[in-house]
Structure formats: C-alpha cells, structure tokens
C-alpha cells in the first residue's frame, strides 16, 4: 500500500494518476470528497488532519511507502506527527517535497528554514527516505492567468532573471518512482529543474505565441511585489516569498540540473509544452 498526502494539491493528485493502477493506494485529505474526485481508479480515499495523530495511525496502518507533502511554513509539527505516526505502523519508506533552495547557503528565508528542519526530522525518523527538491513550478504562473484574459498584461518581478521552473507532471514522475522503488532511491536527494532557464519575459512571449495575441510584461517594484503577497499571504510567509524572490536575482536560479533527464531517462518538459497543455485556462 503507498500512502499520499497532498492530493488536492499540485503534485499529489499527479502522482496518484500515475502509479500503476494494480497498485493499492491511499490517500490521506481534509477533503476526502475533492481527494476522491482527483483521484485515479481504485484509490481508497480516507479522512485525516496533519494536527490529529490519531487519524494518521489510521491512515498509515499497512502502509509500506508514503508521499509527505506539508503545506503551513509556520510550523514543523505536521511533519513531525506523521513521522512519529509512520515509524507506529511500519511504514518503510517516505518521499518527501522539498525545495531545491535548502541547498543554497544564503537562503535563510522562514520557508527554506522550515523545510530544512523537515529534511532534518525526516533523516532522523528511522525511516527510508528520498528528498525531492524541485525549483519553482511552471504551474506558479497560472497566478498570470487573470490578468491575461482582462488585459493581456503579466505583472511580475525581474523580468529578465530566469529561472530553471519545472513541469509539476516531471515532479510527480520522479516521485512515482521513488515510491515504487524505495530501495533504488533511499538516501537520495534529488535536484530537480526544467531543461533551460525561462525569464518572465520569456514566459510571457511563450503565453502570447500560444493564444495568438500581443502580451504585455510589467515590472513591479520590491514594494509592489510584498504588497500584493500581502494581501493574498500572511505577513511572515509573504517576506519569505518576497525574500526568496530577491536572492533569485543574481542568475542562480536558472541553473539547470541533470537528475530530471537522468531519472527518466528523457528531457524535462519545457514551459511551452507546460503551457501548451493549460492553455484554457489563460484564454
């Protein structure tokens, strides 16, 4: 049995269309209707809440692999409850969500220090562990979505600083293996990025050829850029973003990485075949 967290979310429910439909699969959602409804044939869907243990030892009973995906940069706890809940029913193997900035130095921001210390519970667990460290979403610039179809704009920040985004479908492939194959990847971190650094600007050209008509880039200001987190964030997570964003201007971001081509033995798909495919929901 393989256990998924997240589902409702970018990566979970990808990943749980993915596995082999002879393999049982559960997922865990505060929502188990929406879960169901995302989820692939045969999954089992079950109740569950990160702030109640007892609802992950339920969940985690026969399970041999599960997918930790967590969400609130506010706290560990989540993490830690399903961890001490995992290694209670003999779980064998997590797969882990990261991010790729908890290998860089200078990050310090409230979200790369959170998954840090998830990294850190998971690697003292006891468990089997694999750790996906991805780069940005491609799907992050659905946010643009609104703006094009009222306006043909894309306002954003650094326009012309790229960065390696990933297809969030590469992340759920990587992901399917891990879980399918925990020894072939215990212990392993993996890096993972599109094939090429895209800028904003880019991004924007890419969207404007698909939909066949002239898009706008505006560049904000830092100010603009915290005040519209503000309002959609709370304050310690919109600093965190806006900080992380920041660090991203001297290039390093756009650093593309081998372990997507070497792990599924074919390229990442790059932004214009990510847009192609959503591209209904920016017309």
């Not at 925990?182 to 650094?197: D, E, F, M, N, V």
């Not at 939909?211 to 600093?239: M, S």
Request: proline share 6%; with cysteine.
């Amino acid at each position: 049995m393989i256990l998924l967290t997240g589902a409702t979310g970018t990566v979970g429910g990808l990943v749980a269309r993915r596995l082999p439909i002879d393999e049982p699969v559960r997922l865990l959602s505060r929502d188990p209707a929406r879960a169901a409804a995302l989820a692939g044939p045969g999954a089992e869907v079950v109740g569950g809440d990160f702030e109640d243990p007892a609802s992950l030892r339920r969940a985690l009973t026969g399970v041999r692999s599960a997918l930790l995906v967590t969400a609130n940069p506010l706290t560990n706890a989540h993490d830690e409850n399903f961890l001490t809940a995992a290694r209670a029913a003999g779980v064998g193997h997590a797969v882990k969500l990261t991010t790729l900035s908890v290998t860089e130095p200078d990050a310090t921001d409230l979200i790369t220090q959170w998954q840090r210390e998830n990294e850190r519970l998971l690697r003292a667990s006891g468990l089997s562990w694999t750790l996906l460290r991805p780069r940005a979403f491609m799907s992050n610039t659905l946010g643009w979505a609104r703006s094009i179809r009222a306006e043909g704009v894309v306002r954003g920040a650094d326009g012309t600083v790229a960065t390696a985004a990933i297809d969030p479908r590469d992340i759920a492939d990587v992901a399917v293996r891990a879980l399918m194959d925990p020894a072939g990847h215990a212990g392993r971190a993996y890096a993972l990025t599109g094939p090429a650094g895209v800028t904003p600007v880019q991004q924007t050209e890419i969207l404007g050829e698909l939909l066949q008509r002239p898009l706008k880039f505006v560049e904000l200001t830092t100010d603009q850029v915290l005040q519209g987190l503000l309002a959609r964030c709370p304050e310690p997570i919109a600093r965190a973003l806006a900080e992380s964003a920041a660090r991203g201007r001297d290039g390093s971001k756009g650093q593309v990485e081998p372990d997507v081509a070497e792990l599924l033995g074919r390229p990442g798909r790059g932004y214009r075949e990510w847009a192609t495919e959503r591209l209904a929901e920016f017309g």
